[in-house]
């Protein structure tokens, strides 16, 4: 009986030490990788605002977001951006030289075109559309659309790039 009480206490110290040792190993582990990270954004060749203007020139739209991550060993900035082809694009920008080395469109439609935009604002004011971009103001991505109406005033419109809707 007084073996059994030992030997389980052993095990019961046994499962405590490993998952000590386990947890203690985690929280070294998240701090190499955070240190890892501080280390490469230091040691990055371009900032996040070059890889912004890298991702754009691949594809036309807004910047969603951007940051640094380790992807396949080698740290990257992540450009998620809405496309003025209203699809969402992932393009992984190289932090050491400010290439582009991967690009992803998603399939799924998640927004209007710029196309569709500018039909939208015609129908609101009828003239030529002489400008357009995508922005986002007050957290929502808008087409602000610059039209030279027929009267030969310059009209402004902006429409919504999520729903198409006429923003005020």
């Given at each position: 009986m007084?073996?059994?009480k030992?030997?389980?206490g052993i095990a019961?110290?046994?499962v405590?030490?490993?998952?000590?040792?386990?947890?203690?190993?985690a929280?070294?582990l998240?701090t190499d990788?955070?240190?890892?990270?501080t280390?490469?954004?230091?040691?990055?060749s371009?900032?996040?605002?070059?890889?912004k203007?890298?991702?754009?020139?691949?594809?036309?739209?807004?910047?969603?977001?951007?940051q640094?991550?380790?992807?396949?060993?080698?740290?990257?900035?992540?450009?998620k951006?809405?496309g003025?082809d209203?699809k969402?694009?992932?393009?992984?920008?190289?932090?050491d030289?400010?290439?582009?080395?991967k690009h992803?469109?998603q399939k799924?439609?998640v927004g209007i075109?710029?196309?569709?935009?500018?039909?939208?604002?015609l129908?609101?004011?009828?003239?030529?559309?002489?400008?357009?971009?995508?922005?986002?103001?007050?957290?929502?991505?808008?087409y602000?659309?610059?039209?030279?109406?027929?009267?030969?005033?310059?009209?402004?419109?902006?429409?919504?790039?999520e729903?198409?809707?006429?923003?005020?």
């Amino acid at each position: 009986m007084n073996i059994a009480k030992v030997l389980s206490g052993i095990a019961l110290g046994t499962v405590i030490s490993v998952s000590s040792l386990s947890s203690a190993h985690a929280a070294v582990l998240h701090t190499d990788n955070t240190a890892a990270k501080t280390v490469a954004k230091q040691q990055a060749s371009i900032s996040v605002s070059k890889a912004k203007k890298a991702a754009l020139t691949k594809c036309t739209g807004a910047v969603q977001s951007a940051q640094m991550k380790k992807v396949d060993g080698v740290y990257v900035y992540v450009v998620k951006v809405l496309g003025e082809d209203g699809k969402l694009h992932t393009i992984n920008v190289s932090c050491d030289n400010g290439k582009v080395v991967k690009h992803e469109t998603q399939k799924k439609q998640v927004g209007i075109t710029k196309t569709k935009a500018h039909s939208i604002a015609l129908n609101k004011c009828k003239g030529t559309v002489k400008s357009s971009t995508l922005t986002k103001q007050n957290g929502t991505y808008i087409y602000i659309i610059k039209i030279t109406a027929q009267n030969h005033k310059e009209q402004t419109v902006k429409v919504n790039a999520e729903n198409g809707s006429i923003c005020r």
